[in-house]
């Protein structure tokens, strides 16, 4: 087992090939996470076992214990089951996708693995992934409109990127909304936006429990005097400190 950083998070990677771990380590490396290697299922299972990662890219081929296999083991142990594996497997064959979904994975990627695909699971799982954004801590009211209807929620924290909502409104990921707020101490006006959900802290899907209930909004529309006024906002904050 390889052990890379110090922070709380951990993320396992598991497979036979050195070169693809190396791959995968590589994309981490803008992420503040502790990185566990193994080279094979058993292994894999003993690490789990003992340092209960918080995520896991699983391959499909290996010798000793298969993917599914340790899978199907994690996804047993009622002590172990909560945490998200990410199957890894071959060209996406059905075949091999179907013995994933039977194993109990909670997603899968197919190789060749690239960058943007494997962050975009990790971050589905754990969105402390490569969050290269200042985040700007902040109580304000906002107001929210997607298909559904109209809402109110309160801004927890704010990026160039997105924004943090508190709220228990019902939505999914990927739904988009319409969102309007004023930032505290700017002489701005409503700042508009328009957003897609990117993850969810709620119910289940619940990942920060330091966090209000509530779901993260990556901006998908952001004009250009709102996000200056958001980056001037994040770097007061840093003059202050």
Known sequence: ??????AALKVLLVDDVKLFIELEKSFLAGSDVTILTAGDGEEALEIVRRERPDLIFLDLHMPKMNGVACCTAIKSDPDLLFIPVIMVTTAGREEEIELCNK????DY???PVERSAFLEKARSFLPEIERREARFPLQTPALFRDSKGVCTAAVADISNGGIYLSSDYPVTQNDTMELAFFLPGRDVGVI?????VAWLN????RKKWDMPVGFGLEYTTISDDARRAIQELIDSRDEEE
């Open 1 to 6: 087992m390889e052990d890379w950083g110090g």
């Open 103 to 106: 194993a109990g994975c909670d």
């Open 109 to 111: 990627l197919t190789k």
């Open 192 to 196: 508009s936006i328009t957003g897609r």
């Open 202 to 205: 709620s119910g289940k899907t």
